[in-house]
């Protein structure tokens, strides 16, 4: 079984959609979650981060966590085609003395006008 | 507001040439990162840095790989001698402490032929 897993789309909705884009993983251990949007051929950019589980909202964005069920969200409302890119989780844990980041493969989103 | 910049954005090496990748993380962050990642796949870790020694390092990070902070801004990825499969984007990343979040630069490509 995969770390994390992403499906990676590519998902396409109309401009104004609500999306929702998920990540499951398999490591109890992880605490700490992340969201980053990539655009094509650049470095992923931080868009949430959220510690444990619950709900953290900015903006359009609301990024969830359910560590019992091992499944995190993030749903970007009233979507534009500027939202239009990839998406990827990332998590951590610093119980096993280590920060570093796993990634899930992204999912490709396209919001068309 | 501050971000972490990498050069060269693109390199072109001969399979069996060294190559350096420089980075200069945000100004304040302790902790710095390189990641990759090959065409059309997920982001990995390479290597952690703190305090001016690695603190974590993949499988990925042979001995063909080092990394340094010869100075007090700039932080460099070495490759020895560089394989076709060394062919990706690579990442350096930075976060001011830990538990925080990490912030990626804009990457350097690199391709080996």
């Known amino acids: 079984q995969k770390e994390v897993e992403q499906d990676p789309g590519p998902l396409s909705v109309p401009e104004g959609a609500i999306v929702s884009l998920n990540c499951t993983y398999s490591?109890?251990?992880?605490?700490?979650f992340m969201w980053y949007r990539q655009y094509s051929r650049k470095g992923p950019e931080l868009l949430m981060y959220t510690y444990s589980s619950g709900n953290k909202e900015d903006g359009r964005f609301t990024a969830q966590v359910d560590k019992s069920s091992k499944y995190i969200s993030l749903f970007i409302r009233d979507s534009q085609p500027s939202d239009s890119a990839t998406y990827l989780c990332a998590m951590s844990s610093t119980l096993e003395n280590t920060d570093k980041l796993i990634f899930g493969t992204g999912t490709r989103l396209q919001v068309f006008p | 507001e501050p971000e972490v910049t990498q050069t060269p954005s693109h390199q072109v090496t001969q399979m069996g040439q060294e190559v350096i990748l420089r980075c200069v993380p945000i100004?304040?962050?302790?902790?710095f990162y390189w990641y990759r990642q090959i065409l059309g796949q997920k982001v990995e870790f390479l290597v952690s840095f703190y305090n001016n020694e690695i603190s974590e390092k993949s499988e990925i990070f042979d001995d063909q790989f080092s990394v340094e902070r010869p100075d007090g801004s700039n932080f460099t990825l070495k490759i020895r001698s560089t394989k076709l499969e060394d062919s990706a984007m690579y990442f350096c990343a930075s976060k001011v402490e830990q538990g925080n979040t990490i912030y990626f630069g804009e990457g350097s490509w690199l391709t080996v032929v």
């Open positions: 100004s304040n962050h302790l902790y």
């Open positions: 490591n109890s251990a992880f605490q700490y």
